[in-house]
Structures are given as C-alpha cells and as structure tokens.
C-alpha cells in the first residue's frame, strides 16, 4: 500500500537530488573547459576562446613529465608493497586466531581513519629521528601507509567469505601450502586484490598532505599543479594536467567498482 | 589388517576435553559409524584421522604408520565434507581432478580418472559445470567422487547426508553402502542420526563427551545398549531405575528394556512382569506406544496396532522375557 506512493519521489526532491549532483560535478567540468579556454592568466568565464595548444605546451614541458613519472612510480610500488603486506595480514586476521589479533586489524585499518596531516607529520619526524633521507623511499613508504589499509579491507572481506573447509578439502586433496594458496584462494581473491589494488592506486596517485611531509625535492603531480596555480604564466597547462589525472585515477576505481560489484555470492558457502 | 588405530587418544582444546582417551581399532574394508550429538567429540576423530587436528595425547596409526605429525596432504585418506566444500571457481570435472592435479598426474590421465568418477557417482555429464548450478544431492556425489578419484586407504564422511531430504538420504544411505562393497575400502561415517549409523554401518562407535560409551554392531549397541546414554540415544529403550532392577531381581544398578520386547499382557511361563497404569498412548502407524506409569518410572510400550489400547488411566500388567532385560553399567 505504502510502497507505490513513496516509490514516485516528489519534484521538489528530484530537483534537489540534480541540484546536488551538479554542485558537486559542475566545477569538474569547467576544470576541463578551462584546459582549451585562449586566456593564460585567469580563469575567466565565459573563456575569451577555445584552443587545443596547451595540450601541446603540456606535453613538451618538462618539468609535467618528471611529476607524472614520479607519480606513476611512487603509486605503483606503494601499490606493489600494500598487495603483499595488506594480503598476508588480511590473510593472518581472518584465517586463524592468536592474541591481539582485534587489535591489529584496529591498528591496520588506523592510517586512514587518522587525518592524513598526522600521518604525515608522524612519518616526517620518525624519519627525521632516524636520520632517514627524504626521497623517493620515503614517499613510498608514506603512501604504502594507507594503500595497505585498501588492499587489506578488500582482502579481509573476501577471505571471510572463503568458506574454511575449502582450505582444508584442498590439503586434504593432497595440495600443500603453496598449491592450496596458489589453486584456491588466489583465484577466490583475485578480484578484491585487483580492486584493492586499483584504488591503492588511485589514492596514491592524487595524494597531497602526506607526501608534502615526506617528499625531499621531488614534487608528485598533485604537488607540481599546486605549485603551479600560484605561477601566472600558462594556467590551463595545469588543467590539462588536471584532466589526465582525472581521467588515470577514474578508471581504476570505475574497474574496483565492477570487480566487486558482483561479489556477493559466499565462496563455497552454499550447500 | 587394522586401517585406523587410536590408542588412548585425546584432544584437549584448553579445558574443554573434546576427546578424551579414545580407543578404537577399525579393521580394514569395514563400514565404521561413529555416533554421537554434537559436541560428543565424533566429529574431531575424524578431523584426527584426516590431519586437520593433532592429538594433544595418545597414538594414531593408519595402516600402520604413525600419524602424529603428518599433515593433511601425506595422508591416504580423503574426507567428503560436511557442507561438501566444492571450489566455486572450478568446474565440476576440475573439482574432481583437483586431487590428480596437484599430484602432477597429466591432464588427459586425470580427466579420463574424473570422467569415470563422476559415471561412478551417476553424475556422467556433469563435467562442464560449477558447483553453484548443481542442486545439494549432486554436490554431495561430487564432493564424493572428488575424495575417491584419490584411490584412498580410507574415506572420511563427515555427516555427509546430513543437508539432504529424507527421500534423497534413505536413497544415499543405499548407494554409500552398495558403493563401500564394490570399492572395499574402509569408511568411517560421522552421524548424529542413530538410523542411519544403525543401517549403514558394520560397527558403531557411540560417543558422549569426548568418550566413547560403546562400540559394537549396530545390533549390539541397539539392543544391549551398555550405558544409560547409549540407550536414550540410540533408539528409545526403557531404563529400569534401581528400585525397579531390585524388584526383578537384576543385580547392576540399571537395565534397559527394549519398548518392543513389552507386552500388554499376563505373563506367560518364566516370563517376568510389572504392574501399572496407562498413563499416555499414542498410534504410530505399525504400532500403539503405549507408556505405563509403574511406581512412578514411565515404561514405553510399543504394541502392535492390531491390539486394543487400553483406555488412559486403567490399570495394566505388562510382560516381558526375561532375557530382554539387559543389565547396565551405572553411567
């Protein structure tokens, strides 16, 4: 009786529901009119022109290169370094039980509840303490803080859905520990590790507090276009920056998004 | 030659005894039921024999040689799973190869061995499909054929009846034992379902609280069942309480009485009988259960539905041979 009348939302919520959705997406849009607009020292609206030239001023520019190789080479390891440690500790927490096994799933999970400025003043001032050397490394480790905590949430939701008789038919079947994790749990988590494994990515790759803490002189991209927006020559070379970084961080969590969008079958649950 | 051996086994999990000093020694080629509720330690016998747990005292040996230390996957034994544990990402002729697999056996060697082990379990073209499109009957023979495609010394069967219907379960029964037969080799059948171990096995063991409480053939354990436990669990006997076992002139403390070695009626010669009154009846179908309430302990009768029920309330002398009456221990 109730559902047919609520079903049918009233105009005034429609509008509001469109309203919001434009607040947030509209300015991203003119992000992307502002990379063609002619005038180079202000965003002025409606553009004075449109061109495609500082596509072609982005890509021979340096300095956009070295950001982008970095940000891809930072995002990549991080990424790399949280598959393995966020798996195996996804693995430790919900396969077995030993003491202060909560409490290390609480302490996982921290680095991305904890606001990244802390984070980032944390890390700089244990490396300082140790009198580790800003670099690259230091960047890595930095951002693998919190790409570990993705992976892991991914992992651990999947292998809680792994039925554990499966791991015991498969040894019982004659396969060791390696056969067992290579034929049935990796092909059971493979997508939540791609998924975890993409949007470790994509966070990695726009992340700005924590790296300005544990950058040396080296700026990611997120860093380079801050940067840039205070320099008042050629403005929409950021832009064009702004949509690839768009474009490299959208697809991978589009793809997390589909991965484990049809998850919800329990692996072996069914009887 | 003896497949499994206990020899004072127990498994303590902290305080809690979930075995506790087993015995067992099930001969090889025989169908071997361990019984029991759940909690009753049966079913972490089993996981000793598979390797999934290790004893915490005591000796196993598997055709001979000791299984302490061995994991899972150097044993000769194979387990059919309670909830089957099918690998949802394979299909169901990989499912079943798995274990060739794994072994390194060659691929057409090992679909061949699969293809002949799903015909063996009725399910011969059923190869291409995963686990989730099969219906629980068929998982079960899958998660079957999949154990016994690995040729083992002895299969593990882990309530395997246990998520089917009635119908499918009395037609299962036959077939695991039709297949025990022709195969001979050794079963050992965890069940919480006394009609089951009763018609499938050649010795059940009755477990309660870590201990076996009986082992014999099911005739044995059904009709002289040797404690009180046994004989509330398995079936429904009469426990003649001390002051009963007295008047009779049994010397243990207990004796149980099998409801349909009763008689509602005067003694015959040399045959032994008590006074009472109907307290209750119920019609069973073949037959009337009848319980009489004789100083105070409550006799279950079954008669046969042709006799007339007496009314509730009406005085009754019940009948019984003396041969019937199976003395106790006191547990």
Known sequence: MRSDRLNRSPLGLKIAAAAG?????????????????????????????????????????????????????????????????????????????????????????????????????????AFSIAEFPFSFWTIVLGHATFCIVVVYNNAVARFRRISGSLIEASMDLGADGFQTFRYIILPNIGTALLAGGMLAFALSFDEVIVTTFTAGQQSTLPIWMLEELIRPRQRPVTNVVAMIVVLVTFLPILGAYYLTRDGDQIAGGGK | MTAVL??????????????????????????????????????????????????????????????EGVPPYR?????????????????????????????????????????????MVKLPSYGSRRPGQLSGGQRQRVALARALVNKPKVLLLDEPLGALDLKLREQMQEELKSLQKSLGITFVF????????????????????????????????????????????VGSSNVLPAKLCQKLGVRSTYASLRP???????????????????????????VNRVVVDV?????????????????????????????????????
């Open chain 2, 190 to 233: 965890v069940t919480h379902d006394q009609g089951e171990a009763l018609s499938m096995a050649d010795r059940i063991a009755v477990f309660n609280d870590g201990r076996i409480q009986q082992l014999g053939s099911p005739e044995e354990v059904y009709k002289q069942p040797k404690t009180r436990f046994v004989a509330d669990f």
């Open chain 1, 21 to 125: 959705l434009a607040f947030m997406h509209v300015p991203i849009l003119l992000i992307f009119l502002y990379a063609f607009t002619t005038e180079e020292k202000s965003y002025q609206f409606p553009p004075p022109g449109l061109t495609t030239q500082w596509f072609a001023v982005a890509w021979n520019r340096p300095d956009v290169w070295a950001a982008l190789t970095l940000s891809v080479k930072v995002a990549s390891i991080a990424t790399a370094v949280a598959l393995v440690l966020g798996t195996l500790c996804a693995a430790a927490v919900s396969q077995t039980r030993f003491f202060g096994r909560e409490t290390i799933s609480l302490l996982v999970i921290l680095p991305i509840a904890l606001p990244g400025i802390i984070t980032g003043i944390a890390l700089r001032s």
């Open chain 2, 260 to 286: 349909e070695a009763i008689a509602l009626s005067a003694p015959g010669e040399g045959a032994l009988s008590l006074n009472g009154t109907v307290s209750a009846h119920s019609f069973l179908g073949a």
């Open chain 2, 75 to 119: 044993r000769s034994v194979n387990t059919v799973f309670q909830d089957y544990a099918l690998f949802p990402h394979l299909s169901i002729l990989d499912n079943v190869a798995y274990g060739l697999m794994v072994k390194g056996v060659g691929r057409e060697e090992r679909r061949k061995a699969a293809e002949d082990a799903l015909a």
């Open chain 2, 6 to 67: 206990f020899d004072n086994v127990s498994r303590h999990f902290g305080a809690v005894r979930a075995v506790d000093g087993v015995n067992l020694e099930i001969a090889e080629g025989e169908f071997f039921a361990m019984l029991g509720p759940s909690g009753s330690g049966k079913t972490t016998c089993l996981r000793l024999m598979a390797g999934f747990e290790q004893p915490t005292g005591g000796h196993i040996e598997i055709f001979g040689e000791t299984a």
């Open chain 2, 295 to 331: 100083d105070g302990a409550r006799i279950a009768v079954a008669s046969p539905a042709s006799l007339v029920v007496p009314t509730v309330g009406s005085p009754v002398t019940i009948s019984f041979a003396a041969h019937e009456l199976h003395p106790m221990e006191d547990a």
